[in-house]
């Protein structure tokens, strides 16, 4: 089973950047597939962004252009860089880890918050 924790979520202005951090343990992080979703209140869950093994990215639409998703495997770690935030971005931010062939496995989520 992979551990997945999220961190960096927080209250900000709209206009105003966060960078989330998503780090995992329990398997080769290099080989999973790992994507940021969110789910704000009264939604369903929606993909955000997700970064391949090999450094394929792809993005929601509502994102594009003012969302980064990266990783860095030395830390067993993947970013999302979310600039130009919106009261639209308010969610819950969750990451998920999915080694191939193997059930995905999710953290906790991080709170986002932008006031308008």
Same mark, same amino acid.
């Given at each position: 089973? #992979?551990?997945?924790?999220? %961190? =960096? /979520?927080?209250?900000?202005? &709209?206009?105003?950047?966060?960078?989330?951090?998503?780090?995992?343990?329990?398997?080769?992080?290099?080989?999973?597939?790992m994507g940021?979703?969110?789910?704000?209140?009264?939604?369903?869950?929606?993909? #955000?962004?997700?970064?391949? %093994? =090999? /450094?394929?990215?792809?993005? &929601?639409?509502?994102?594009?252009?003012?969302?980064?998703?990266?990783?860095?495997?030395?830390?067993?770690?993947?970013?999302?860089?979310?600039?130009?935030?919106?009261?639209?971005?308010?969610?819950?931010?969750?990451?998920e880890a999915?080694?191939? /062939?193997?059930?995905?496995?999710?953290?906790?989520?991080?709170?986002?918050?932008?006031?308008?």
């Amino acid at each position: 089973q #992979v551990q997945v924790v999220e %961190s =960096g /979520g927080g209250l900000v202005q &709209a206009g105003g950047s966060l960078r989330l951090s998503c780090t995992t343990s329990g398997n080769i992080f290099s080989i999973n597939t790992m994507g940021w979703y969110r789910q704000a209140s009264g939604k369903r869950r929606e993909l #955000v962004a997700l970064i391949t %093994s =090999g /450094g394929t990215t792809n993005y &929601a639409d509502s994102v594009k252009g003012r969302f980064t998703i990266s990783r860095d495997n030395a830390k067993n770690t993947v970013y999302l860089q979310m600039n130009s935030l919106t009261s639209e971005d308010t969610a819950v931010y969750y990451c998920e880890a999915h080694p191939p /062939g193997r059930p995905s496995s999710w953290g906790q989520g991080t709170q986002v918050t932008v006031s308008s």
